[in-house]
């Protein structure tokens, strides 16, 4: 994956970039590489800071979903920046034990439906949002539970 942005600087044009690939993700500022880390074992979770003349920018990754902040506004949006440190821990805890209790549980199918769910999870901890996160844990559990509980039922009427 790749995304390039044209930000101007105090009158001067500067290129931010994101790659991923073989070693990781980096991001390039004009050219020159920087090797960014994921916050998060589970989802991709990058948040790094550039400061080009005293102008703040953020590369914002979640996900599949990479997004440029400048002076805390995302560009193209025009959102507030919201720095993935406020994200309450309650989301990463349920984000794990989703991916990995679905894992044990159900397998593969489990464990992607847990991902999905870790999403809104972060979504919704970002916004603020913590009954939903719980409630949304809830709803990711019932359905990863009932997966398994078909699953078992249909290998002892079908005996595979």
Request: hydrophobic residues 50%; proline residues 2%; positive net charge.
């Amino acid at each position: 994956m790749k995304k390039t942005w044209d930000v101007n600087v105090n009158g001067v044009a500067h290129t931010i970039e994101y790659k991923t690939g073989f070693g990781g993700a980096k991001i390039l500022v004009n050219g020159v590489s920087y090797k960014a880390k994921s916050k998060n074992w589970w989802i991709v979770m990058i948040d790094y800071p550039v400061v080009i003349d005293g102008t703040e920018l953020r590369v914002v990754v979640i996900g599949n979903k990479v997004r440029l902040a400048v002076n805390g506004i995302y560009q193209g949006s025009g959102e507030a920046y919201v720095p993935l440190n406020k994200m309450p821990a309650l989301s990463n805890v349920f984000l794990g034990i989703s991916c990995l209790g679905g894992a044990i549980m159900g397998g593969w199918l489990c464990l992607i439906i847990g991902l999905l769910f870790g999403f809104l999870y972060i979504k919704l901890g970002l916004e603020g949002k913590i009954k939903n996160v719980v409630v949304m844990f809830v709803i990711c559990t019932i359905v990863q539970i009932l997966y398994c509980a078909v699953v078992i039922w249909l290998r002892q009427q079908i005996g595979i």
